[in-house]
């Protein structure tokens, strides 16, 4: 079955770094995701991304952040300079489409900012 | 702001007992989507139900959609120790954006 692949796992960086998370999403889904879940706490909507653009985005997703689509097969999202609460795992996902279908998650990017 | 609150946060079952979970949004939703998320590792997709009172069933998981598609419930009959895991609600808001409220989920340990 197809899956969504994310690297790194694990990404130690220092407060104040930028820090570029990567994913590539199942080849024939057009929409893509990305959550962050702190630990032991509940996965938290960060943006959607359809036709390389931001469809929305929460308020966590401040000017800190930015997601792009380099190429054909790539999304990343970018935290130019991480703070010691940005610590948390970072999912991707993505769907096929918008409305009534499932997202299919990576494993995750545990980002640890000291 | 929008929200999704699931109760409860932890329950902890013996074997062959059976568990719920309950979700509640503050605002009508789209479609509400159940996942779990096994210790380490990532959300999986359970169900999906969009139809206001909907009932599905996968084997022991019953899920259903309350009639004003604010509330969702899921049951499991006769845990098992697979069963462990995270179970969240996910609700669709918007049906342009895919934007998914997950609840806080609950945290199911199943003693054998």
């Known amino acids: 079955e197809p899956e969504v692949t994310q690297t790194p796992s694990h990404q130690v960086t220092q407060m104040g770094q930028e820090v570029i998370l990567r994913c590539v999403p199942i080849?024939?889904?057009?929409?893509f995701y990305w959550y962050r879940q702190i630990l032991g706490q509940k996965v938290e909507f960060l943006v959607s991304?359809?036709?390389?653009?931001?469809?929305?985005k929460s308020e966590i997703f401040d000017d800190q952040f930015s997601v792009e689509r380099p190429d054909g097969s790539n999304f990343t999202l970018k935290i130019r300079s991480t703070k010691l609460e940005d610590s948390a795992m970072y999912f991707c996902a993505s769907s096929d489409r918008w409305e009534n279908s499932p997202l299919h998650f990576g494993n995750g990017t545990r980002l640890t900012v000291t | 702001g929008q929200q999704v609150m699931q109760i409860p946060q932890y329950q902890h079952v013996q074997e062959g007992e059976d568990f719920t979970t309950y979700c509640n949004s503050s605002t009508t939703l789209s479609n509400i989507q159940w996942y779990k998320q096994r210790p380490g590792g990532h959300p999986v997709f359970l169900i999906q139900l969009v139809k206001s009172g909907e009932v599905k069933k996968q084997k022991r998981l019953t899920f259903q959609f309350g009639e004003a598609k604010k509330d969702s419930s899921l049951h499991i009959t006769a845990t098992q120790t697979t069963d462990v895991g995270t179970y969240f609600c996910a609700g669709l808001l918007s049906s342009n954006t895919g934007k998914l409220i997950f609840g806080q989920g609950t945290t199911l340990q199943v003693k054998p």
């Open positions: 080849s024939n889904h057009l929409y």
């Open positions: 991304f359809y036709n390389n653009e931001i469809s929305e």
